[in-house]
């Protein structure tokens, strides 16, 4: 049986791949900046925000997928009350670096399994991360460096990669800054019969 990621996300594809998890990809194509919007109306916490999302592009997928395990993810930062969502574009990019350096944020992570359009298995994932307070010059030469790539992730950062020079300090679990808490859901895999225990 194969495992379907409901996301295009090439990093959460990668760390899955990497860890031997056969899948297949298929986009949940659902209006998030609408679902938010909903949920702040409603007074929803980052937690519940990023639970939300994630169950429903898992839900949007599920029934093209008739008995197979579909994940979805979604990911919150929140820095001071604020909410932070990914960059349009470059100079929302530049924004988001300058409200966050030197600076301490959450980002939550979570992840939601679902088969045959009945969720199964949830788990949000929460780490602490303190940006560096870098120069003007060091941003604009990130943001050179890194280019679009900086509108592909909330805060505008990976840290799998350039982003790393960003911050200086990291409290949490690697994977779930990444986007995906790795080790539970291969966990829920292998529970699940679709890894070997």
């Not at 925000?49 to 169950?55: D, K, N």
């Not at 280019?147 to 200086?168: D, H, K, M, N, T």
């Amino acid at each position: 049986m194969t495992v379907v990621l409901a996301s295009g996300s090439r990093v959460l594809r990668a760390l899955l791949e990497g860890a031997g998890v056969e899948l297949v990809v298929d986009v949940a194509a659902i209006d998030e900046s609408a679902v938010k919007d909903s949920l702040r109306a409603e007074a929803a916490d980052a937690a519940a925000m990023a639970e939300t999302l994630a169950e429903l592009k898992a839900l949007h997928v599920s029934p093209r997928h008739p008995g197979w395990i579909v994940i979805g993810a979604d990911q919150i930062l929140e820095c001071a009350g604020a909410l932070f969502d990914k960059p349009a574009d470059l100079a929302a990019a530049r924004s988001q670096l300058r409200a966050l350096r030197g600076r301490r944020h959450r980002l939550l992570t979570s992840v939601v399994a679902v088969r045959d359009g009945a969720r199964l298995w949830h788990h949000t994932g929460e780490a602490v991360l303190t940006m560096r307070d870098f120069s003007d010059a060091f941003l604009e030469e990130y943001l050179r460096l890194v280019g679009p790539r900086a509108c592909q992730s909330v805060g505008a950062y990976q840290l799998e990669a350039e982003g790393a020079q960003l911050f200086s300090a990291v409290e949490g679990d690697y994977f779930t800054v990444l986007g995906l808490p790795l080790l539970p859901v291969l966990e829920l895999l292998r529970a699940q019969g679709e890894l070997s225990p």
